[in-house]
């Protein structure tokens, strides 16, 4: 009896447990590329060079893609060539079962000397393929200010259509 109890409330929880992972693994991916563009914005502004947060796919190279869950680096960009003029500073690999899509046509994110991300803005949808009404974003201003939220409806829609 005891057995046939825990065994239902088993395949009661089990659904509920499998979201919960899935929104905590995008909360880590969003906290992640947080941190990744503050570290970015903090070397600009301590080195007074030019940095890039860019998606990659290798891990040393800017794959050019609006697309990001494969993996990014951060590295210096003093040419603007979007890449990075040397080695990553850092680097990260990608996300499995997350979605991760820049806004179209920015490719990168280039902090300058002075911590501004003019020209570069983005606002970056998380969204889990089996639940994408829980997306999230990181939005990068023009002046460099980064901040994390859930994402609007229309910031959803446009990651799910996106898988």
């Known amino acids: 009896m005891v057995v046939a109890i825990l065994g239902v ?3 009661i929880a089990a659904p509920s447990l499998a979201r919960f992972v899935r929104h905590n693994r995008m909360q880590v991916a969003q ?10 914005r903090g070397i600009a ?13 290798d891990g040393m190279r800017c794959s050019g893609e609006t697309r990001w869950e494969s993996g990014w680096l951060v590295g210096h960009d003093q040419d603007r060539d979007g890449q990075p003029d040397a080695a990553p500073l850092r680097t ?12 179209n046509g920015r490719q990168f994110v280039r902090f300058r ?16 393929r ?11 201003s023009n002046i ?4 994390g939220a859930p994402a609007s409806t229309a910031e959803a829609a ?3 259509a996106a898988q």
């Open 31 to 40: 906290m992640d590329f947080i941190a990744a563009l503050q570290h970015a």
């Open 144 to 147: 460099g200010r980064i901040r």
């Open 130 to 140: 089996n639940d994408p009404d829980q997306a999230l974003v990181v939005v990068v």
């Open 45 to 57: 502004v301590t080195t007074g060079k030019t940095a890039l947060f860019c998606p990659s796919r």
């Open 113 to 128: 000397s002075d911590g501004s991300a003019s020209g570069t803005t983005n606002t970056l949808r998380f969204c889990s």
């Open 92 to 103: 990260r690999a990608g996300y499995t079962g997350i979605t991760v899509l820049g806004d």
């Open 9 to 11: 409330l088993t395949a």
């Open 158 to 160: 446009s990651c799910a």
